[in-house]
């Protein structure tokens, strides 16, 4: 599977970034990093180019709500993108959030799968666990 | 008219700038007092120069610095310059002074030192009489550097490999060795009229895993290119890396290694001196605690033998620290070299010997590059992944070399990506790991390794 992943915003902690990169190698995944500082529009793109399956966004700066809220409006321009898995996590609140809160909101804005201070194995552990699901459907 | 002054007259043609008088700058540099360049202090100091971090968005808070490090016996004063001037955005950081005078809160993380103007900071400068030095973080610096050595600031840290692989995702890497090449001609021709300007890279890169031999290949190389633009005093430098052997074997490699290939390309005559940052990755929250982190660092700058450390304070895990604070560690720091006697100097020659062959077959293969120049071969050599610096952000970098701790915090390379690592290197670090684990016990390890001072 390929996943498209990066760091949303103008956002340049990219310790994580690097780290899921190895993960999601190790578990098998083809990946496209874009790396830090990368503007929605770049995520999409980068979709189409690939072919990719999964559309993974981080944050670490709390920024990404804003971003956000564009996404689905975004989506929509693009063709054939229905079956994409969407997934972000990270710090996804300024400040402290309530979690469930946290995750409601960014389900409504389009994310499958929302990890908010959740560990990197374990998010990729929910990916997995999705995908399963998905292809018994 | 050279090219060079043609360029600097377009430079210094800025709307932000009240005509730059070359003539009378000329002249202040000639007749400067020798206090206020390092190069002289270093000639002639018998200790560790102590500096410690700041800047202030107003003249007058940072005039208070100031006076508050003075008064804690500091050795070198920083400016530091505020991140809109790194950008080149000088009309922000206009507004955003302006803001900062009117109100009580700071709006800059730094001084503005082009809107300041030299005129004005050149008045703080020669009032104190001390060495200062210009920390930034700039890839276009030319402006910034041509007003910091017209107001008496004869250090000028930076350069174009280690202000742009840590800090930038983008921004063209060939420009910046073209701008970093103005700043030397610049600083080369100021060093013929009294004592030479001297020049310092940034070591600690992205302070995250970075193995000694991709930071000394980047110092050497930052040095390599300063000296063949004509500069006469240079500084490398690197930051503690977590285990103290390997800080002493560090700079052991890096001492020797300077001095060969400066003499290789017929630049033996130039200083260089060696700079230690104290630990530069994530600090503890505990305050007195940061403090003891602080007190090692010193003590193994010592052993290092470094001719300046470059301090952190206790407040370094919550924000900018109070001046008081920083001034504290200068005292700190100051009383822990006074009372530092009788050390006794460790030689580990096995680990010298495999660190010294792999920063000679790196630099061996960046010579090797068929481009004309220096900066070009440089330029290809991280662009082909022969130079790798892990966790840097820019597109350029290759983020293939892959960096964990030994039993001893020795930071060891278990996949060297491109980098040319010899064979019996590569087996010789590996061996010191610990490599059993997968992938996942691996990525917890380096989440780990990266945060053992917290």
Redesign the interface.
């Known amino acids: 599977m390929k996943v498209v992943t990066g760091v949303v915003g103008n956002d340049i902690h990219v310790v994580a970034n690097r780290l899921m990169e190895l993960s999601l190698n190790a578990r098998g995944y083809e990946v496209f990093n874009l790396g830090v500082n990368t503007h929605l529009e770049e995520f999409f793109d980068a979709v189409v180019e690939t072919g990719a399956n999964i559309l993974l966004i981080s944050s670490l700066n709390g920024e990404a709500e804003g971003w956000s809220r564009e996404v689905k409006a975004l989506k929509s321009k693009y063709k054939n993108l229905d079956d994409l898995i969407m997934m972000i996590g990270g710090n996804l609140a300024v400040g402290r959030g309530d979690a469930e809160e946290i995750e409601r909101k960014y389900k409504n804005y389009g994310f499958d799968l929302v990890c908010h201070q959740i560990d990197l194995n374990t998010g990729l552990d929910w990916l997995e666990e999705f995908i399963e699901k998905r292809k018994t459907q | 008219m050279s090219l060079l002054q043609e360029e600097r007259e377009i430079i210094l043609s800025n709307e932000y700038v009240d005509n730059f008088d070359f003539d009378e700058v000329e002249e202040f540099v000639r007749n400067a007092s020798k206090d206020l360049f390092i190069s002289h202090h270093f000639a002639k100091a018998d200790k560790m120069l102590v500096q410690p971090r700041g800047g202030f968005p107003t003249y007058k808070q940072q005039f208070d610095l100031y006076e508050f490090f003075v008064e804690s016996n500091v050795d070198v004063l920083p400016l530091t310059i505020d991140s809109n001037t790194r950008l080149n955005d000088y009309g922000t950081a206009k507004k955003m002074l302006r803001l900062s005078e009117e109100n009580e809160i700071d709006m800059l993380n730094g001084y503005p030192l082009v809107n300041h103007g030299y005129r004005t900071t050149r008045k703080m400068i020669t009032n104190f009489n001390k060495p200062v030095s210009l920390r930034h973080g700039t890839p276009d610096a030319r402006l910034l550097i041509e007003t910091a050595i017209a107001s008496g600031i004869f250090e000028i840290e930076g350069g174009p490999i280690t202000y742009l692989l840590p800090y930038s995702?983008?921004f063209p890497l060939d420009k910046a060795f073209l701008y970093w090449k103005y700043v030397e001609r610049v600083c080369a021709n100021y060093s013929e009229l009294n004592e030479p300007i001297n020049r310092e890279s940034f070591g600690p890169l992205?302070a995250?895993l970075v193995p000694p031999s991709i930071t000394i290949v980047i110092q050497l190389l930052e040095m390599l290119l300063a000296l063949e633009e004509g500069v006469k005093s240079f500084s490398v430098s690197f930051s503690q890396q977590g285990s103290m052997n390997q800080d002493i074997v560090t700079g052991a490699v890096i001492k020797k290694l300077a001095r060969f290939y400066a003499e290789e390309i017929g630049c033996g005559d130039a200083a260089i001196h060696l700079v230690y940052h104290q630990w530069m990755g994530a600090f503890p929250m505990n305050k007195d605690f940061a403090e003891q982190l602080i007190n090692m660092s010193t003590v193994i700058a010592s052993m290092v033998g470094a001719d300046k450390i470059i301090t952190k304070t206790r407040e370094e895990a919550t924000g900018i620290p109070t001046p008081q604070a920083n001034a504290k560690t200068v005292a700190d720091t100051q009383y822990t070299l006074r009372i530092l006697n009788g050390l006794p100097n460790i030689v580990d020659e096995e680990e010298e010997e495999i660190l010294t062959l792999e920063v000679k077959a790196i630099m061996e293969a960046v010579f090797n590059d068929p481009a004309d120049t220096l900066w070009r071969k440089v330029f290809n050599s991280i662009k082909n992944g022969v130079i790798d610096v892990?966790?840097?952000?820019h597109?350029i970098n290759h983020?293939n070399m892959?960096t964990i701790r030994d039993a001893n915090k020795n930071i060891r390379i278990i996949d060297r990506g491109n980098v040319p690592i010899p064979d019996r290197c590569f087996e010789y670090e590996r061996a010191q790991c610990d490599l059993s684990k997968?992938?996942?016990g691996?990525?917890?390890d380096?989440?780990h390794d990266?945060g053992i001072m917290q």
Do not use: E, H, M
Not at chain 2, 390 to 393: D, G, K, L, Q, V
């Open positions: 995702k983008n992205t995250t892990p966790f840097s952000p597109i983020n892959i997968d992938t996942k691996i990525v917890n380096i989440i990266i």
